[in-house]
């Protein structure tokens, strides 16, 4: 390809295909299909724009999962601590969750009742905040209180009954007509109990 | 009214590829707890803390059906909600006093692994909760606050290393009534659970997942909404000493940063509290106005 004369207008420019002296083993040539052949498709930013991703020292093409620095992915995911310092605090972590204590199991309350009951405690100590000793004292007589018992749950309509006996019937394969004819006949309640499903 | 919110949780040993049983979280059951029938119980949400994929399975006669019932796919080390999302609209599965829940995992072969469910009682014979609903919150919320407590987590698959919400940094206003919006974690577990007085005694609590901030900050905010009622759980930091937040998780154990997102309420606008006759009645110079942007 022969070197532009200072002055000249050229027809294409160098390393254009429609040039007369074109060879496309020419580095003007190979700079030129570089920059302006997409093999892939049509591209968001032309070649060595800053946004495009194939730019030396773009980092759009990185792939950023959640909480993990894509420049040290080794370092813990959310944290950023090192392999090192992970192993620390497990090991730290599990000996602290070896001495532990479960929560303890209180007895449930009504919290009007018992806040009321705080309540007169804090007039009698005049403080607002009580001692662990003081909460227990307190509770401790809804404790020994005998509990007002749930009300009696009420007995399932019958309709209930027949619905829940036609699909416990029908699950297990039975046509419907049949089913309801059984039920019509045994009583869905005598077929629920037979069934265990209900006591 | 005797309305409460508990988180009940359990785990299976070794589950493997066999549904196995959930063992409830000490004190605790998957038997429903004696209602009022006329006033509903919902099963709100179900999640589990699986090291290794597994299926999480509740089942009873009473619900649909007790071959298969509500069977969900647990993807591992991911305790989001399999069932109830309580994101935007939803749909809560009533269940029925003294019916014991069948709840079951399958997992690990080698590993604990551990789930929660959350239950909601409008109407609980004997014991009651301090809650309010979303209209409630805006009407009487002054101040947003948080609290931060470091939790050392059992590894036995039970609740446990239950502490204070003051323990860690003590801010609460005295005799102010707060609302618990919900709360964030740094560390994967099963649950987050806080209980106190003002509960009931029972231990509300969000899923203990780390990378789904935006749901659990606000758990309680969009179970009041989702489910349109009075879930939002108020305490009274009077009784901040006694009131606590612990966590369930796996046998790993692990420690725990737990953020919970707290609302200061206005003096006495939600019934059942401490009255704070003693000392600083009226929540510390808190002022009397309330409200949101409109």
Known sequence: ?199 | MGRAIEVVGGFATNPGATFTALTASTGQSFTVRGTDQNAPTWLMAAWAFNATVGELRIRSPRLHDFFSGIRNRVTANFAMPVLGNPEGDSYAQRIYAQDNLTVELTGGAAELDVAGLLIGYENLGGIAGRFIDIPTLLKVGLNIVTVEVTVTAVATGNFGGAVAVNSSIDNLIANTDYAILGGMTDTRGASVGVTGVDFGNLRVGFPCEPSARNLTQNWFVKLADAFTGAWIPVFNSANKTQTTVDVETNGAGGTYIVNLTLVQLMPNAVPGGATGAAVQAGGGGAPTSAGQPH
């Open chain 1, 1 to 199: 390809m022969s070197p532009s004369a200072p002055g000249i207008e050229e027809d294409f420019p160098r390393g254009h295909p429609a040039r007369g002296d074109y060879d496309p083993t020419a580095p003007e040539a190979i700079e030129w299909a570089r920059r302006n052949i997409a093999p892939l498709g049509e591209r968001d930013f032309p070649v060595d724009h800053p946004g495009a991703v194939d730019t030396a020292g773009n980092v759009n093409r990185i792939t950023y999962q959640p909480g993990v620095d894509p420049f040290n992915p080794h370092r813990e995911a959310h944290t950023g601590r090192t392999p090192a310092q992970v192993e620390g605090i497990r090991r730290l972590s599990e000996t602290a969750s070896r001495a532990a204590v479960e929560s303890p199991v209180l007895q449930p309350v009504d919290a009007a009742a018992v806040n009321a009951a705080l309540d007169q405690k804090r007039i009698e100590v005049r403080r607002d905040v009580l001692t662990a000793d003081e909460y227990r004292e307190v509770l401790a007589g809804f404790q020994e209180a005998p509990r007002e018992p749930a009300p009696a749950p009420a007995p399932p309509p019958e309709a209930d009954y027949d619905t829940r006996a036609l699909a416990m019937l029908t699950q297990k394969g039975w046509r419907e007509d049949t089913a309801r004819a059984y039920i019509a006949r045994e009583g869905a309640e005598k077929l629920l109990r037979l069934a265990g499903v209900i006591r």
